[in-house]
């Protein structure tokens, strides 16, 4: 087998075998000097929160090395920083284009695992469904291709990515306030540069999806209260933003009132 090169520390990365959520085992690179982990596409969703944390206590021994490359070990991609539903704003994974693996620096996969299954208990508890695998999963397709258009042209898929990571870079994350009436609700968020902003609302998804004005001057300080909602119902919404340079949507939020 050729080896294979940690992005991170440039230190060579060993075959670990761990057993996967629901049957068999799966083999993932490990980097034993800086404690980074890197996964096929798709093998990081059947690896489990103990798994994880098992990966986690393997040996590390800091070696002197250069740089790394910061390309995807398997195919040498250049990795870009993966943002999604699924995935904490405060969680570190690097995603390949090309072959879709996933690397992820040292402590990283446990704090992904641990949100993973924070939320996933949620849903359960509350018996609240979940409105897409990609809440809790990272997708395995990059690419999408529109029925009767064709393929998305690379160009597309690059803008398309700058974009989302230019909407994690204005917008904060927004606060929800429920009224206390039970039937409303108050959203606030803060942008970091001056944006016209609306709500994109879906009162019972897919259904009811209404587009409501925040701010129609930009400003980087938004507010926008909901009314006539149903306590206990579950609510999505996503933020667009309009700045100077380009509008921008953000990952969709869900809450219940």
Request: glycine share 6%; charged share 20%.
């Amino acid at each position: 087998m050729a080896t294979i090169l940690c992005p991170n520390c440039n230190s060579v990365l060993h075959s670990k075998q761990i057993h996967t959520v629901a049957a068999g085992s799966i083999e993932v690179d490990v980097c034993e000097s800086c404690g980074g982990v890197f996964f096929d596409a798709g093998e990081i969703n059947r690896i489990s929160e103990a798994a994880a944390e098992k990966l986690g206590q393997v040996q590390h021994v800091p070696l002197r090395t250069k740089k790394g490359s910061g390309n995807c070990p398997r195919c040498g991609a250049s990795l870009s920083r993966y943002w999604g539903e699924s995935v904490p704003n405060d969680v570190y994974i690097l995603r390949c284009p090309e072959c879709r693996g996933t690397f992820l620096p040292s402590k990283e996969l446990m704090k992904f695992k641990r949100a993973q299954e924070a939320k996933i208990d949620y849903f359960r508890t509350w018996k609240i469904p979940l409105h897409s695998l990609s809440a809790v999963l990272i997708p395995l397709a990059l690419f999408v291709v529109l029925t009767g258009v064709g393929f998305i042209t690379v160009s597309q898929v690059q803008k398309t990515k700058q974009l989302e990571t230019r909407a994690h870079e204005v917008l904060r994350a927004p606060l929800l306030i429920r009224g206390t009436d039970g039937q409303s609700a108050t959203i606030f968020f803060t942008t970091t540069e001056p944006a016209k902003s609306k709500l994109i609302f879906y009162y019972q998804k897919p259904f009811g999806k209404t587009e409501l004005a925040v701010s129609e001057t930009p400003q980087t300080s938004h507010q926008i209260e909901l009314e006539g909602l149903t306590a206990g119902s579950t609510y999505q919404y996503q933020i667009e933003l309009i700045t100077a340079e380009d509008t921008l949507i953000s990952s969709e939020y869900t809450f219940v009132l």
